[in-house]
């Protein structure tokens, strides 16, 4: 399996930026996406942003212009950088793999365990 760790969350005020980052048990270099998503309190988690295992990304309209995402095989780790932050950003934001270890293996999927990131002045 891939245990994903999410780090990089907190407090920043309105319109300011954190980077969040997603660092995989193994090597990301096979894994056919990657993705971000967010949960705030009483919501539903929220789709965010995906990176393919060939580097083409997608963002939902909500953070498009504001919010990259990248990916760094070498170092195993996702990036979410998120910039021009707003109070409604604020949310517990999660990092997923989709990925298929071998040939013969089930596709599958792994979520990390959050990050709090929070907007207020």
């Known amino acids: 399996q891939v245990q994903l760790v999410e780090s990089g969350g907190g407090l920043v005020q309105p319109g300011g930026s954190l980077r969040l980052s997603c660092t995989a048990s193994?090597?990301?270099?096979?894994?056919?996406?990657m993705g971000w998503y967010r949960q705030a309190p009483g919501k539903e988690r929220e789709f965010l942003a995906t990176?393919?295992?060939?580097?083409?990304?997608n963002y939902a309209d909500s953070v498009k212009g504001r919010f990259t995402i990248s990916k760094d095989n070498a170092k195993k780790t996702m990036y979410l950088q998120m910039n021009s932050l707003k109070p409604g950003d604020t949310a517990i934001y999660y990092c997923?793999?989709?990925?298929?270890?071998?040939?013969?293996?089930?596709?599958?999927?792994?979520w990390g365990q959050g990050t709090q990131v929070t907007v207020s002045s």
């Open positions: 193994r090597s990301i270099s096979g894994f056919n996406a």
């Open positions: 997923n793999a989709d990925f298929q270890l071998c040939i013969e293996c089930p596709r599958s999927s792994s």
């Open positions: 990176i393919t295992g060939g580097g083409n990304t």
